[in-house]
């Protein structure tokens, strides 16, 4: 067992600001050579895992993190690492094989039943700590509490649990609790608190408009409900808030509003984890050494720089060298760090046969499925063309659907390996999928409309349609062919394409999401095997489609 205080006390300046550096690489097999000495000589403390960069399947994964921790662990303390993911479920999961994705924060919120979706919020969360413990990794940095409160903006994606502020806390704590279940650290995100509107924190920065009363009454809310449930880690936002720091800091770089807000007010007393601080907002203005040694001034316990910044440690020591932080304020953030390490970091990675067992295990992969079913929403079933349950399994079935591209930097959809045809295959023997752009062509017009023509139903998917209108003129083109007893239609991924498809579509479904579980609670759905109970968790088109709008059944 670690001894924190012989540690601290033994540490040079830049053995204690490692600890408070997570970094990456690039390598599935191995710790590349400047990486593992980074590791051994302590200059790192933690690791972030990529998709592109890291993974593969789970097998792979934990060998490579028994590797990282090897090397960790050779630092003369003996420390080991955190080893983190954003394995949230839904959009984002960078690993895609060979685990139990879950359906995502939105679909969650669009179980009708409250305890059943709290419920289902546990269960998600703890399928994903067992098999990320499994794994060796000890960080899932996940939920996401951010509220999707601008109702009357699109909805771009589905990592919100909604705008029901009261709602979204409950499931956050019970996903938390869920990760907590399996020994998995949780970590709540981002601070404080990421606005539904068209600014991605990756290249430019918002600036939160609203008072601190408007946050404590909704945004807050989540967040709070998080800090109760015990969770680990909160990750900061690269965002001003100017009613508590009038400079516009971003959070991450702002003492009032992480220590005077995050634990002072609101009482946070575990690690505090910055955003990435490559992203463009902050590495513009302030450098990444200016920035490693203010945001941990400001409160921050670990700093994520990603690959490639070898002497962040050093940058940290020689800001304290020079009076820009203090040695208390470092000291404290080591300790609060060792402390979390000694209580949740495992003397060692499990064994492979681990991984065989639990990583989609059947009983993993029905949790995970069951919410995905409860959460699939039938807006409008005017024509009683639903449920599919009769219709001979010989039927002829065409799927029209975008390509599922990755829409913004958090997201992975473009590596899920599982398509609609695999998902209907179960149902239907004769089914044909058809893929066109987000923007479809002259071509695909013609193909679409040829599909259209010669099956006997049609499942029209939408892919943020709201963003590419082209999608709702082949949607047209389709309904030419496709009378309202053969089509079925879609929205895949935001809810805010039930605002601008046609208020005359006979039939319209929202999944929420194109993980496995969504697409083939989709298909069940369709066949009739499922009955839709999901409701709306967010408002869309000013209006138009309210919260909670959603058939319980067919009628």
């Given at each position: 067992?670690?001894?924190?205080?012989?540690?601290?006390?033994?540490?040079?300046?830049?053995?204690?600001?490692?600890?408070?550096?997570?970094?990456?690489?690039?390598?599935?097999?191995?710790?590349?050579?400047?990486?593992?000495?980074?590791?051994?000589?302590?200059?790192?403390?933690?690791?972030?895992?990529?998709?592109?960069?890291?993974?593969?399947?789970?097998?792979?994964?934990?060998?490579?993190?028994?590797?990282?921790?090897?090397?960790?662990?050779?630092?003369?303390?003996?420390?080991?690492?955190?080893?983190?993911?954003?394995?949230?479920?839904?959009?984002?999961?960078?690993?895609?094989?060979?685990?139990?994705?879950?359906?995502?924060?939105?679909?969650?919120?669009?179980?009708?039943?409250?305890?059943?979706?709290?419920?289902?919020?546990?269960?998600?969360?703890?399928?994903?700590?067992?098999?990320?413990?499994?794994?060796?990794?000890?960080?899932?940095?996940?939920?996401?509490?951010?509220?999707?409160?601008?109702?009357?903006?699109?909805?771009?994606?589905?990592?919100?649990?909604?705008?029901?502020?009261?709602?979204?806390?409950?499931?956050?704590?019970?996903?938390?609790?869920?990760?907590?279940?399996?020994?998995?650290?949780?970590?709540?995100?981002?601070?404080?608190?990421?606005?539904?509107?068209?600014?991605?924190?990756?290249?430019?920065?918002?600036?939160?408009?609203?008072?601190?009363?408007?946050?404590?009454?909704?945004?807050?809310?989540?967040?709070?409900?998080?800090?109760?449930?015990?969770?680990?880690?909160?990750?900061?936002?690269?965002?001003?808030?100017?009613?508590?720091?009038?400079?516009?800091?971003?959070?991450?770089?702002?003492?009032?509003?992480?220590?005077?807000?995050?634990?002072?007010?609101?009482?946070?007393?575990?690690?505090?984890?910055?955003?990435?601080?490559?992203?463009?907002?902050?590495?513009?203005?302030?450098?990444?050494?200016?920035?490693?040694?203010?945001?941990?001034?400001?409160?921050?316990?670990?700093v994520i720089v990603s690959g490639g910044v070898n002497e962040a440690n050093r940058y940290i020591a020689e800001g304290v060298r020079?009076?820009?932080?203090?040695?208390?304020?470092?000291?404290?953030?080591?300790?609060?760090?060792?402390?979390?390490?000694?209580?949740?970091?495992?003397?060692?990675?499990?064994?492979?046969?681990?991984?065989?067992?639990?990583?989609?295990?059947?009983?993993?992969?029905?949790?995970?499925?069951?919410?995905?079913?409860?959460?699939?929403?039938?807006?409008?079933?005017?024509?009683?063309?639903?449920?599919?349950?009769?219709?001979?399994?010989?039927?002829?079935?065409?799927?029209?659907?975008?390509?599922?591209?990755?829409?913004?930097?958090?997201?992975?959809?473009?590596?899920?390996?599982?398509?609609?045809?695999?998902?209907?295959?179960?149902?239907?023997?004769?089914?044909?999928?058809?893929?066109?752009?987000?923007?479809?062509?002259?071509?695909?017009?013609?193909?679409?409309?040829?599909?259209?023509?010669?099956?006997?139903?049609?499942?029209?998917?939408?892919?943020?349609?709201?963003?590419?209108?082209?999608?709702?003129?082949?949607?047209?083109?389709?309904?030419?062919?496709?009378?309202?007893?053969?089509?079925?239609?879609?929205?895949?991924?935001?809810?805010?394409?039930?605002?601008?498809?046609?208020?005359?579509?006979?039939?319209?479904?929202?999944?929420?999401?194109?993980?496995?579980?969504?697409?083939?609670?989709?298909?069940?759905?369709?066949?009739?095997?499922?009955?839709?109970?999901?409701?709306?968790?967010?408002?869309?088109?000013?209006?138009?489609?309210?919260?909670?709008?959603?058939?319980?059944?067919?009628?």
């Amino acid at each position: 067992m670690m001894d924190i205080d012989e540690i601290l006390s033994g540490m040079t300046l830049e053995e204690k600001a490692g600890q408070l550096v997570m970094s990456s690489f690039v390598d599935r097999y191995e710790v590349p050579a400047d990486m593992d000495g980074l590791l051994k000589s302590g200059a790192v403390g933690s690791i972030l895992y990529f998709s592109g960069c890291n993974v593969i399947d789970p097998a792979q994964l934990r060998d490579l993190t028994e590797k990282v921790q090897a090397s960790a662990r050779a630092n003369r303390f003996g420390i080991p690492a955190f080893v983190a993911i954003d394995q949230e479920g839904g959009q984002l999961a960078p690993i895609t094989q060979g685990v139990s994705i879950g359906p995502g924060n939105m679909a969650l919120a669009a179980i009708r039943d409250e305890a059943e979706a709290e419920k289902a919020a546990f269960d998600n969360g703890r399928v994903t700590g067992e098999e990320l413990a499994a794994i060796g990794i000890t960080t899932c940095f996940a939920p996401v509490v951010d509220l999707c409160y601008e109702e009357g903006l699109p909805v771009k994606d589905n990592r919100y649990f909604g705008s029901d502020p009261a709602r979204a806390g409950k499931l956050a704590a019970a996903f938390i609790r869920g990760l907590d279940s399996a020994g998995v650290m949780s970590c709540a995100k981002h601070f404080p608190g990421q606005r539904n509107v068209d600014i991605d924190s990756h290249f430019e920065l918002d600036v939160i408009p609203y008072s601190v009363d408007d946050m404590m009454k909704r945004e807050w809310i989540p967040f709070k409900s998080a800090i109760d449930a015990g969770v680990s880690m909160m990750m900061t936002l690269h965002a001003g808030f100017t009613a508590i720091d009038p400079t516009n800091t971003p959070a991450t770089l702002s003492k009032p509003i992480l220590e005077g807000m995050l634990k002072g007010t609101l009482g946070y007393r575990g690690l505090v984890v910055s955003d990435d601080i490559q992203m463009k907002p902050i590495k513009d203005k302030y450098g990444i050494e200016g920035a490693l040694v203010k945001c941990i001034a400001a409160g921050v316990d670990i700093v994520i720089v990603s690959g490639g910044v070898n002497e962040a440690n050093r940058y940290i020591a020689e800001g304290v060298r020079k009076g820009e932080l203090t040695e208390t304020r470092l000291d404290e953030a080591v300790r609060k760090v060792l402390e979390y390490k000694k209580a949740s970091v495992k003397d060692r990675v499990p064994p492979a046969r681990a991984v065989r067992k639990t990583c989609a295990s059947r009983k993993n992969l029905e949790a995970v499925q069951k919410s995905a079913d409860r959460s699939i929403t039938l807006v409008r079933n005017d024509a009683g063309l639903l449920p599919l349950r009769s219709v001979p399994k010989n039927a002829r079935v065409s799927i029209i659907r975008p390509s599922m591209g990755r829409l913004m930097m958090s997201d992975n959809t473009n590596f899920y390996p599982f398509d609609f045809k695999d998902a209907f295959a179960d149902h239907f023997d004769d089914v044909y999928e058809y893929t066109v752009g987000l923007q479809p062509n002259e071509t695909e017009f013609l193909g679409a409309a040829d599909w259209a023509f010669m099956t006997e139903y049609v499942i029209f998917c939408t892919y943020n349609a709201y963003m590419w209108p082209e999608q709702l003129k082949l949607l047209e083109a389709v309904r030419a062919f496709a009378t309202d007893k053969k089509l079925i239609v879609v929205a895949l991924r935001s809810p805010a394409d039930l605002a601008v498809i046609p208020a005359d579509v006979k039939t319209l479904i929202a999944t929420y999401g194109v993980a496995e579980t969504s697409l083939r609670a989709l298909a069940r759905t369709i066949r009739g095997d499922v009955t839709p109970t999901g409701i709306l968790p967010v408002g869309v088109g000013e209006g138009a489609v309210p919260r909670g709008t959603g058939l319980k059944g067919w009628k």
